[in-house]
């Protein structure tokens, strides 16, 4: 059978003058230990009767329990178990009341002396949810409850009869204890005179006031730290809203963090882990008397505040300069002595584990200054801030360089347009006249036959070009190209590029071309034979195309004087030259000196974007040198040499894969 009824219930009915009040967790804390407090100070045996609703709540004060138990033997625990608490006589009696017990909503403790007595009785409320703090932990101190305390005799004693009531219910076999307690305490005798010193009770009282005070203190500083984080957060927040640009910013959050930390000097400067030196430009001064650091240059290298802030990514912080022992700050001394830094914190600005900057807070005051965590920890989260900013900020400044880069592709797509709308349709104008004059006139005499489907040959071949250079250059800015790497004569490779044009050349309409490359100190070369030839005669046809038939092209090569094996090629002729602020532009896709639709020389802008993809792919690089207009070019060229020597046998160029490139000399111009 469960006790339905409450124990504060029954008190409230049969002493009906009790009015019951509200009490909270920690202060029904209190008045217990004061009361058990009471029972350790005096020299009695005293009755007491305690109620813990459940388990978990009495193994909190068992030592206790244990200690009231050595002073008197009538001592009675209630509890509902939940894991080893059960009926039994040990120090003291153990009584376990049924889960559904209304004892497992009450929270009672009833002391009855000689001269004294004091009860509590108590009822927790339902329906009251406990408060769940801002960390997601249940604060059970808030948790409320209903009841009765006092030191009055009589209702001690109605208390204690109605428990003794249920420890006889749940436990029949000490009913003889039972009725001693009620025989020893709870006669009808006259009040005895309340002599007893209320000193350990007053005492206990007061040290929980004094902790409730000091806790309600600590409440108080944590919202103000925490209303002075979320103030700057707030002011760099409207900060950034406004601007992106990091000067902005961090003139903000110098002048508000400083004030608010009331520092004699707050700096904010970007670093980076190995940088050497920082210039200040952020600055914040308590007091204008106070010697400035701005435009000065801020030593890094040699601070060792610095580095271990950029070993461990923490604040490092110095109470005292003169008497700093676990850092040496010999080195700088000299910036702490002109500086007047008594005190030092440094934070790092972090994102993703890279070192942004560093914000300092100095204190130049007589006394040394003790940094708290609370203090710390605002520097951190402004940090954090500042930290999230700059990589706004790069990533504002990276998306203007993707629109430029945007930009540059849409002008590349209105060139590719241009230029292929102008070199299709050209040759494909002469193709279809010539056709159409061969269809509709089968009379027209044999030369001029031929002369048509010369024409019709010469610009099918041009078309064929084009649109192979657009497929080579995709095909190597995509990386799918798979290079065949061995030793090459370089002089052989030359020849086989001169050959296409050496029709042209024999027909008088060709500069006259030099190959200085036989001579025998020359290294083999490492790289792909079809794809060198290939930037070979990319190059020799870009000379040829700008330089007057009476002119010269010449072909040099010699050993490069660094410690790399390399070998520099270079083609030299005497055209037109090219301007100095155009050298690194002519390798641009689609690039024409002249404009895409009003050159003398045809070409699609093609054929050097192509030599540069192929040289970086044979791990060389290549530039142009020129006067200006009307001086000549060279274009220069660096390949890898090969390990062989000249003594071993060059192996054949012709590649065992079919060649990509006709060798009609009649092929496209580059540039």
Not at 228 to 238: D, Q, V
Not at 336 to 355: A, E, H, K, N, T
């Amino acid at each position: 059978m469960t006790m339905t009824t409450s124990v504060l219930e029954e008190l409230l009915q049969s002493m009906p003058h009790l009015r019951s009040q509200m009490y909270f967790k920690a202060s029904l804390t209190a008045l217990s230990h004061a009361m058990e407090d009471q029972v350790l100070a005096d020299t009695g045996q005293p009755l007491v009767i305690a109620n813990f609703q459940r388990e978990r709540f009495y193994r909190q004060e068992v030592n206790r329990y244990l200690r009231i138990a050595a002073l008197t033997p009538q001592v009675y625990v209630l509890a509902a178990a939940e894991t080893e608490f059960s009926n039994r006589s040990n120090h003291y009696e153990m009584v376990a009341f049924d889960a559904s017990d209304e004892l497992r909503h009450e929270w009672h403790l009833v002391v009855i002396g000689a001269r004294y007595s004091a009860c509590l009785i108590c009822r927790e409320r339902q329906g009251v949810s406990d408060f769940q703090g801002a960390e997601g932990m249940t604060v059970d101190q808030t948790r409320r409850f209903e009841g009765v305390w006092t030191f009055d005799r009589h209702v001690s004693c109605e208390a204690a009869k109605i428990l003794l009531n249920r420890v006889a219910y749940y436990r029949p076999e000490i009913i003889e204890k039972v009725e001693q307690a009620r025989a020893n305490f709870l006669a009808d005798d006259p009040i005895p005179p309340r002599d007893i010193d209320p000193d350990p009770f007053a005492q206990r009282l007061v040290t929980y006031l004094q902790a409730g005070q000091y806790k309600l203190l600590k409440a108080y500083r944590s919202i103000a730290a925490q209303e002075r984080r979320e103030r700057l957060a707030n002011l760099i927040t409207t900060a950034i809203r406004r601007s992106l640009n990091p000067q902005e910013i961090f003139a903000v959050a110098v002048k508000e963090l400083g004030q608010a930390m009331e520092v004699c000097r707050c700096l904010i400067y970007r670093c980076k882990a190995r940088d050497q030196a920082a210039q200040i430009h952020h600055e914040y001064r308590f007091e204008e008397s106070l010697a400035s650091l701005h435009g000065e240059s801020w030593p890094l290298a040699e601070n060792p505040l610095f580095q271990v802030l950029t070993e461990s990514l923490e604040p490092v912080a110095i109470a005292d300069t003169e008497q700093a022992q676990a850092f040496d700050l010999e080195p700088v001394r000299s910036l702490i002595d002109r500086w007047q830094i008594r005190s030092w914190l440094m934070v790092p600005i972090v994102y993703q584990g890279r070192l942004l900057g560093v914000i300092e807070l100095q204190s130049c005051r007589a006394d040394p200054h003790d940094w708290s965590a609370d203090e710390t920890s605002l520097v951190e989260a402004i940090a954090t801030q500042l930290g999230t900013t700059l990589i706004q900020a790069e990533s504002y400044a990276h998306l203007e360089d993707l629109n430029e880069q945007l930009e540059a592709l849409e002008r590349t797509r209105s060139n590719l347009i241009a230029i292929t709308g102008h070199e299709l349709r050209t040759p494909l104008s002469t193709i279809q006249i010539c056709l159409e004059s061969l269809s509709s006139e089968p009379d027209m005499p044999l030369e001029l036959r031929q002369v048509m489907l010369s024409s019709a040959l010469s610009d099918a071949e041009r078309m064929r070009t084009l649109v192979q250079d657009f497929l080579t250059l995709s095909q190597l800015e995509s990386g799918r190209v798979k290079w065949h790497l061995e030793p090459l004569d370089l002089e052989e490779c030359v020849d086989l590029a001169l050959s296409g044009i050496r029709t042209r050349q024999s027909e008088g309409k060709m500069p006259t071309i030099t190959a200085n490359v036989s001579l025998p100190e020359l290294p083999l070369v490492r790289a792909d034979g079809e794809w060198l030839v290939e930037l070979l005669s990319k190059l020799l046809d870009n000379a040829c195309k700008f330089t007057e038939p009476e002119g010269q092209v010449v072909i040099e090569a010699q050993p490069t004087s660094d410690a790399k094996a390399m070998l520099e090629v270079t083609i030299r002729d005497t055209g037109r030259g090219i301007e100095p602020n155009r050298l690194e532009a002519v390798f641009e896709r689609f690039y024409q000196e002249e404009g895409a639709l009003r050159r003398t020389a045809g070409g699609t802008g093609l054929g050097l974007a192509i030599c540069r993809q192929i040289v970086v792919g044979l791990g060389g690089k290549i530039w142009a040198e020129s006067a200006g207009r009307d001086q000549g070019t060279q274009f220069h060229f660096t390949i890898p040499t090969a390990d062989t020597t000249r003594s071993a046998p060059p192996p054949a160029i012709a590649p065992s894969r079919p060649p990509r490139r006709s060798s009609n000399p009649k092929r496209a111009s580059l540039r």
